[in-house]
T-cell receptor, first 112, second 113 residues
Framework: GQQLNQSPQSMFIQEGEDVSMNCTSS?????WLWYKQEPGEGPVLLIA?????ELTSNGRLTAQFGITRKDSFLNISASIPSDVGIYFC????????????FGSGTRLLVRP | KAGVTQTPRYLIKTRGQQVTLSCSPI?????VSWYQQTPGQGLQFLFE???????NKGNFPGRFSGRQFSNSRSEMNVSTLELGDSALYLC????????????FGPGTRLLVL
């Protein structure tokens, strides 16, 4: 199935460091979403972006909808151990299907 | 407000059997989507139901089917199970059809032996 290109695949960082991850696509998306998934649980919505150029924050998390509408990034500032998990981007194209297309995920590990 | 609930949380089946998974959306949400998550393929869209009708369908064989009831609760059925059907099956609900903001349940982990 179609997927977004999400990078990096994994990150192992020191507590307190900032983190950045991104998603790119050859297609235009109308909506970008960022989810976090912890072991044994479903993805939890972190941030939703609806307009090109939009920059939205949720606590220590900041995400941006790329101007070209083909990319998005997520930043986590001052990481803490509970940030550990897999972060997924998801995009939606307003075509006939409206279904969400997911990136392959970024696995984040934080060293205390 | 309670979140999306899925039952059962874990399931072990053997090849050839069939399985039914259940999803109760957030109260007031009318759309339910189902996804399959595997390490190799990631999150793949199965189908979306709204007002008891399947509105969208992903690229899965006909062994995968679903339905939605008048109270918006949804069930997913997989017949003639194959080893490759082992996965985490996630249900997500949203207020309306093609609503971007989907909220996921904890998933049902299915193991096919």
């Amino acid at each position: 199935g179609q997927q977004l290109n999400q990078s990096p695949q994994s990150m192992f960082i020191q507590e307190g460091e900032d983190v950045s991850m991104n998603c790119t696509s050859s297609s235009i998306f109308n909506t970008w979403l960022w989810y976090k998934q912890e072991p044994g649980e479903g993805p939890v919505l972190l941030i939703a972006l609806y307009k090109a150029g939009e920059l939205t924050s949720n606590g220590r998390l900041t995400a941006q909808f790329g101007i070209t509408r083909k990319d998005s990034f997520l930043n986590i500032s001052a990481s803490i151990p509970s940030d550990v998990g897999i972060y997924f981007c998801a995009g939606q194209q307003k075509d006939s299907s409206y279904k969400l297309i997911f990136g392959s995920g970024t696995r984040l590990l934080v060293r205390p | 407000k309670a979140g999306v609930t899925q039952t059962p949380r874990y399931l072990i089946k053997t090849r050839g059997q069939q399985v039914t998974l259940s999803c109760s959306p957030i109260s007031g949400h009318r759309s339910v989507s189902w996804y399959q998550q595997t390490p190799g393929q990631g999150l793949q869209f199965l189908f979306e139901y709204f007002s008891e009708t399947q509105r969208n369908k992903g690229n899965f064989p006909g062994r995968f089917s679903g339905r939605q009831f008048s109270n918006s609760r949804s069930e997913m059925n997989v017949s003639t199970l194959e080893l490759g059907d082992s996965a985490l099956y996630l249900c997500a609900s949203s207020w309306g059809l093609a609503e971007e903001t989907q909220y996921f349940g904890p998933g049902t982990r299915l193991l096919v032996l």
